[in-house]
């Protein structure tokens, strides 16, 4: 917040309330608009920075191993962002990376002395976790993404309402790109019958596809969003603001897997 006219002796009588705004005046303008300039810029960098994936989890020179199913959501002879833009972050920090499928881990943890961190997709949480000695610490490709785009908490704290959901709830499944769905597809079959399966109830599922979401999300009991790869901060942070505004409860594709294949407290750490 900017107060002008500071040249009028304004003073707060709570200096924390003093931390929160910025005092201006016309007179002299070029000290006090060099100040709201220079803060205005501090603002900005905060707001458009993001942090890395693996920032606060793993150092430099720490072993982290990928694990990476190849099925028919696989595509051909490539491997997709999340997981190349992991490698990328690895490589760029000097963070040694193993990349192994889930059926050739066992074979990878025996020849590594040493693993920081393993990272898997989501939908093969439970196979890794119980391959992975407890020790281990466990995370997915799109839960990085969470922290880095979204706002970890506040999906940890939309997961919770998995439980709660009712007989006729509409759960609203929103993915940002836009690909050619299959039998396995994550969003539109796994979630879907995972949830019903786990909770036994007659939940509703509509599904959202691309940069925009849908206009009235007041009727949805849960989003539950993708990793975002394809998306910007930005567009991630305004549908959090959105499902807030309309106290709709949103949660992250990692993060629900967890859940439902029952390693919530492990990967989300």
């Known amino acids: 917040f900017v107060f002008t006219k500071s040249d009028k002796n304004f003073s707060f009588k709570d200096e924390l309330l003093k931390e929160n705004f910025l005092l201006i005046s016309n007179v002299n303008k070029n000290f006090w608009y060099d100040r709201l300039i220079k803060k205005i810029i501090e603002k900005l960098k905060e707001d458009c ?14 072993n982290v191993v990928l694990v990476v199913p ?19 972050e690895c490589l760029d920090k000097n963070i040694n990376v193993s990349i192994t499928k889930p059926d050739c881990l066992s074979d990878c943890i025996k020849n590594l002395s040493k693993i920081d961190l393993v990272i898997t997709d989501s939908q093969a949480f439970d196979i890794v976790s119980d391959i992975l000695p407890k ?8 839960i990085l993404f969470a922290r880095k785009k979204g706002n970890i908490d506040k999906f940890l704290q939309g997961a919770k309402y998995l439980k709660k959901l009712k007989d006729e709830d509409i ?8 690909h050619t769905k299959s039998h396995e597809d994550i969003g539109t079959v796994l979630i879907p019958n995972l949830i019903l399966k786990k909770l036994g109830k007659k939940i509703k599922f509509e599904f959202s596809h691309g940069k925009f979401i849908k206009t009235d999300i007041s009727k949805y009991s849960l989003i539950i969003q993708c990793g975002g790869c394809m998306m910007s901060k930005n567009d991630m942070q305004n549908r959090i603001k959105k499902a807030k505004e309309n106290n709709v409860p949103i949660t992250n594709y990692g993060i629900v897997l967890s859940y439902l294949k029952g390693v919530f407290d492990r990967a989300t750490f």
């Open 49 to 62: 920075f993001e942090k890395g994936l693996l920032d606060g989890l793993v150092k430099e020179k720490d």
């Open 70 to 88: 190849i099925d028919t959501e696989a595509p051909e002879k490539r491997l997709i962002l999340p997981q190349v833009e992991v490698i990328r």
């Open 135 to 142: 020790e281990l610490r466990l995370t997915s490709f799109s």
């Open 171 to 178: 759960v609203l499944i929103s993915e940002s790109c836009i």
